[in-house]
């Protein structure tokens, strides 16, 4: 399957990313990170969009709506509670990556719980912006 349309979802207080909690989730502001993929989704011939939303149900609608054939989605704080997203993933049944910026296993136990991973495709926790980029690589390389 080749991979033409990506969309990566970040979930509640990634808006803040840049000035929340750097010691966990770094310096580089959410807008940066969609422009590092941006630039790398363009090198590799992969059309991109972003979704944001501090709100579980906007996240859940979006889902609903999606054409592109490949998601990278950070839950965040949704990751550890939201049946309805995960339900909304598996319903539409577009592969995708779950990212998180922080090593969730190296904090508090209620992190270590995901409601997504046994659906994605993978799992990448605790390399920054890079595990976005990683991510992208992946899907745009998937035969
Ligand atoms: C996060 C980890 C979550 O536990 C947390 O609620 C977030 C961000 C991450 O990217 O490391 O908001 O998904």
Same mark, same amino acid.
């Given at each position: 399957m080749k991979v033409n349309n990506l969309t990566v979802i970040h979930g509640p207080n990634l808006n803040l990313l840049g000035k929340r909690e750097p010691q966990y989730y770094?310096?580089?502001?959410l807008e940066e990170i969609n422009k590092l993929l941006s630039n790398e989704a363009s090198n590799a011939n992969v059309s991109i969009e972003f979704f944001q939303s501090n709100s579980e149900s906007d996240i859940v609608s979006k889902i609903q709506e999606l054409k592109s054939d490949f998601i990278i989605i950070n839950? *965040?704080?949704? +990751?550890?509670?939201s049946v309805s997203i995960r339900d909304a993933l598996s319903a539409m049944k577009i592969p995708f990556i779950e990212v998180h910026?922080?090593?969730?296993? *190296?904090?508090? +136990?209620?992190?270590?719980?995901?409601?997504f991973s046994d659906l994605a495709v993978g799992v990448i926790s605790g390399l920054g912006p890079e595990g976005y980029i990683a991510a992208l690589n992946y899907a745009a390389n998937v035969k």
């Open positions: 770094g310096s580089a502001s839950p *965040a704080a949704f +990751t550890h509670s910026l922080s090593n969730v296993f *190296a904090r508090e +136990t209620f992190r270590k719980e995901s409601f």
